[in-house]
């Protein structure tokens, strides 16, 4: 068999890597998707059904790399018979709804950006429920309210995917944020964040003084994630995603999230007053408002979200009561309603797919259409009325007899029972409409498809799940049972009670109660039928309760109201008074602790000053009073003085042995100089009234502005010059200087630095510059000057001016392309400055260089490049893909630091050794070159993202000021 480590590592790694695969792989009707994405779902399942002798014969099976060992984290999976229940799950129904979206989605659709969503969402899923650290596990949590947020709002050009997606990433992300905190305390009471220590420690949970509060976080991150009062509201709303999202998020993953982690961490929280009374009254809301505004929706889904809402809250209600039968009772319904809803999801999307709507008041009669489809929802709809000889009914029958059980002698504990019949009797309402309005009744009229039965493929789904319905209902006990005992045992431990799973229990209070909510949930339909085919938006009731127009109230309040206060009050559209807030915080952060610390003013001026460095600074200092006062008049001398200050800071560094700072500086001057001059043309030209009058108001405005600026320059230049001159035995540097060559293995102490000691830090930084270059491009395509507004004609006609007036030009030249740059130079530069780059790249972990500084440097190669020989030239023949350079980049850091863990070291630990080489002899080689190459394709990605969008801008406002010259016109 395959060795722990491994098997767990490739269950959660698989759907990632299939999901990376899925996005690349060229579009081909939805089949290499399709195919991609159920290989990877049974490839996991089969891993999974596997490890299932494993987990019976030692409870459990472990796979752990180090993380931050220093804090106590680190990477660990961990199945039970509990996570191995989820697991199948999550990998199996996610096999069947890949299977059935193969049919469902539209080749018109971007199919490889969905099931590349749907594969990563799985990954995270199978994450939460095989995380061994809590931290690890809130870390996958918050990455599945990520991609469901993707996946919801697939259709974005939907106004209701968009607002849904937004609705339940903001509502699961503040609870994923309450978790964290939670989880946090759990730590701190604890001393651990494994989750088997965790779960060792439930009395000292429960008898610390923050006990409460750790609670009530906890049940923030969960009552959230699984959309139960008073957070239901979300769930409905998501319902704009396509269907096979529905089924797969709302049947057996991301609401199921909530309360798999209700009953993980059941033995640590459960059995006292407050997680009673908590967790009850938010299960018991659910349960009945779920079941009763289902009963009054119109939309197919809309009825099974909000079924979903009140199946959930029997499971919290179970898990409220402490009782170890209650428990059993609700990880058997998790099984259930996993099965039943997800078929009932892929038939709604059926009968939407084959109809075109989903509306329940314009269907009727699709029995004669699709019998064998309606047969299907007919069986599972039972199960989810809690119809005899069905799964559903066995765990609904479990639920009546811990409901009547007394467990704290209170309203809620009273009221229980009767909310359990009233919630089971609309159950049984909200089921038969399902069934009686779709498939029964008259002929439906005017539908936009003629219905007819789907590919026998895309009923396959539905048809093995209804086959589970039937046959855990009747022999449980054969079918389920053992897997159900592994896995209430794993919750459970020595708690585990003895439960039957037999059909027939007698003649018992129970039973009389699930009669009573049949016979009543079948009374209730006849009473509303005809009022449910008209109603429109349901009895007042909904208007009173609704949960979505309070959080959009309160959103708008939150959001815009004191956003727009705040931007009132704080802000203001122009750039000065910004830059003077951001420069006084600074200033007042760097005085605060230096004033702690008990640092005069004077301990920073040195007792001796190089001349000549002393004239490099007053140089410097020189060019940046100069470009200050030049940048009222002329801006490009302000650009060229700016630079010059840029340069006396090279020098610095260099003058005190930081050639490595000294060349970055250089690399990222000459790109912010091209960054800053390509968006130079976008400013506004400077009005004539620059001489305005000079009043006492604005001159006392200037001296201040003046006196922040010098006083945040000097103080951050003593600090700087304080920090370099400090004798070695004080700073940190000492450590690394000393262990930079024996433990990272290069003579660059700045490179090992970045690449090895604080790598994960640079891993966080790169991540950061690849986000910022994606939201520069993105704001700079929604950006289009004025002046290339020209259309078809006028175009046209600039462009046969042009021709008249130059005649000697080039076959295929555009006015466009005449751009006043020595072409050929820059064209010249291109090699030299690729094999420069690639130099500073190879010698960076030893001499001054390195991923950051040869990006920059390639980057510079591809900007000259646009400038001299126009964008159109250089996408035809280079191909940059600045994107891909980000992603791959990224990868590439990431997978070599994941690298260290097949060798069980921490995340991100790096090899060095020396390679004898042919010919060359001693080559220096680390692993850190592998990390430093990320570094490199994402700097090179993201800065030439950021200048290419400028440069598309600016070379579109160049070409419409040239074509209107062209044309004799003025230029804009």
Request: net charge neutral; with cysteine.
């Amino acid at each position: 068999m395959m060795h722990d480590d491994l098997l767990l590592t490739l269950l959660v790694l698989l759907p990632f890597i299939g999901s990376v695969f899925a996005a690349t792989v060229s579009s081909n009707a939805r089949n290499s998707e399709a195919w991609l994405a159920g290989a990877v779902a049974l490839s996991c399942l089969i891993l999974i059904i596997a490890a299932y002798p494993a987990i019976v014969a030692n409870g459990a099976i472990r796979s752990e790399f180090d993380w931050i060992p220093a804090l106590g984290l680190s990477f660990s999976l961990r199945m039970d018979g509990f996570a191995w229940m989820f697991a199948v799950l999550v990998s199996g129904i996610g096999f069947l709804v890949v299977l059935y979206a193969r049919y469902y989605m539209s080749p018109k659709d971007p199919v490889p950006r969905f099931f590349s969503f749907f594969l990563a969402f799985m990954g995270a899923m199978l994450g939460v429920v095989l995380s061994g650290n809590l931290i690890l596990l809130v870390l996958f949590w918050e990455l599945t309210s990520l991609f469901s947020f993707l996946l919801i709002g697939y259709w974005h050009h939907n106004a209701a995917a968009r607002d849904g997606a937004r609705m339940a990433l903001i509502v699961t992300g503040a609870g994923g944020l309450a978790l964290l905190t939670g989880v946090l305390l759990i730590g701190h009471i604890v001393g651990s964040y494994d989750l088997d220590r965790v779960l060792a420690s439930g009395d000292a949970i429960r008898s610390h003084a923050l006990y409460v509060p750790t609670l009530v976080l906890i049940l923030l991150g969960a009552l959230t994630k699984s959309a139960q009062f008073p957070f239901h509201f979300w769930l409905p709303n998501a319902m704009a995603a396509p269907t096979p999202v529905s089924a797969y998020l709302h049947s057996a993953t991301l609401v199921k999230a909530g309360v798999f982690l209700l009953a993980r961490l059941w033995p640590v929280f459960a059995g006292t007053t407050e997680w009673f009374w908590l967790v009850g009254l938010a299960g018991t809301a659910s349960l009945l408002l779920g079941a009763f505004f289902a009963v009054f929706q119109r939309d197919l889904k809309g009825l099974l979200a909000y079924s979903t809402i009140s199946h959930l809250g029997l499971i919290t209600m179970l898990l409220s009561l402490g009782s170890p039968l209650g428990a059993v009772a609700a990880i058997f319904h998790m099984m259930n309603h996993a099965t039943f809803k997800a078929s009932l999801f892929m038939a709604a999307g059926i009968v939407d797919h084959e109809t075109g709507t989903r509306d329940m008041q314009k269907l009727g009669g699709l029995f004669r259409f699709m019998p064998i489809t309606a047969t299907l929802a007919m069986v599972a709809g039972a199960a989810m009325a809690g119809v005899p000889l069905l799964n559903g009914f066995l765990s609904k029958e479990m639920f009546f007899a811990e409901a009547i059980e007394t467990h704290l002698h209170s309203v809620l504990d009273t009221a229980e029972p009767y909310a359990a019949v009233v919630a089971s009797a609309f159950a049984v309402t909200y089921s038969i409409r399902f069934i009686h309005s779709v498939f029964f009744g008259q002929k439906p009229a005017d539908l936009p498809r003629t219905p007819h039965e789907p590919p026998f493929w895309m009923r396959f789904p539905i048809s093995f799940l209804v086959i589970a319905c039937l046959i855990v209902g009747i022999l449980p006990s054969v079918t389920v049972g053992p897997f159900l005992q592994t896995a209430v045992v794993a919750v459970l431990g020595s708690r585990t009670p003895e439960y039957s799973l037999a059909i027939w229990h007698g003649f018992n209070l129970p039973l009389i109660m699930s009669l009573v909510a049949l016979i009543g949930g079948a009374l209730i339909y006849v009473a509303l039928k005809g009022y449910l085919q008209q109603c429109a938006d349901g009895p007042p009731l909904f208007r009173l309760l609704d949960a979505r127009r309070i959080f959009d109230d309160a959103l708008v309040i939150l959001s815009w109201r004191w956003a727009r206060f705040l931007e009132t009050s704080l802000t203001t559209r122009r750039l000065q008074p910004q830059l003077r807030l951001l420069v006084l915080a600074a200033l007042l952060a760097a005085l605060v602790p230096l004033y702690a610390r008990g640092l005069g003013p004077l301990a920073a001026i040195p007792s001796r000053i190089d001349p000549v460095l002393a004239l490099v600074w007053l140089t410097g200092c020189a060019c940046a009073i100069g470009a200050a006062y030049q940048a009222k008049y002329h801006r490009l001398v302000a650009l060229m003085l700016l630079g010059g200050a840029g340069l006396a800071t090279c020098i610095t560094f260099v003058w005190f042995s930081a050639p490595d700072l000294a060349l970055t500086q250089l690399l990222v001057e000459i790109v912010t100089t091209v960054l800053i001059l390509l968006g130079l043309r976008w400013l506004p030209k400077r009005s004539e009234a620059v001489d305005e009058p000079v009043t006492f108001a604005s001159r006392l405005r200037r001296q201040r502005d003046l006196a922040i600026a010098v006083a945040a320059g000097v103080g951050f230049a003593a600090l700087a010059f304080a920090v370099m001159v400090r004798p070695l035995p004080d700073t940190i540097a000492s450590y690394f200087l000393e262990n930079a060559y024996l433990m990272g293995g290069g003579r660059n102490v700045v490179n090992v630095i970045l690449v090895d000691f604080r790598a994960f830090d640079t891993l966080g930084e790169i991540t950061v510059l690849g986000i910022v270059a994606l939201t520069v491009f993105a704001l700079l395509r929604r950006f289009r000057p004025a002046s290339d507004s020209l259309g078809a004609p006028e175009q046209q006609r600039v462009q046969n001016a042009f021709d008249e007036a130059q005649p000697d030009r080039k076959q295929g030249d555009t006015v466009g392309d005449y751009l006043l740059v020595p072409a050929a130079t820059m064209q010249w530069l291109f090699p030299v400055i690729i094999v420069l780059a690639i130099y500073l790249f190879l010698r960076g972990h030893d001499l001054p260089g390195g991923g950051f500084a040869a990006g920059i440097a390639m980057a510079a190669a591809f900007i000259l490049q646009y400038m001299a020989a126009g964008t159109t030239w250089v996408e035809d023949r280079l191909r940059i893909l600045p994107v891909n350079w980000i992603g791959m980049g990224l990868l590439v850091a990431l997978a070599t630091g994941a690298g260290s863990w097949l060798f069980d070291y921490p995340f991100l630990t790096s090899h060095s050794q020396y390679l004898q080489l042919p010919l060359i002899g001693s080559v220096p080689a680390a692993t850190a070159l592998l990390f430093d190459l990320g570094v490199l394709g994402l700097v090179i990605g993201a800065t030439v993202l950021m200048l290419v969008a400028l440069a598309h801008q600016s070379v579109r406002k160049l070409r419409a000021a040239r074509l209107s010259a062209a044309a004799g016109e003025e230029s804009p």
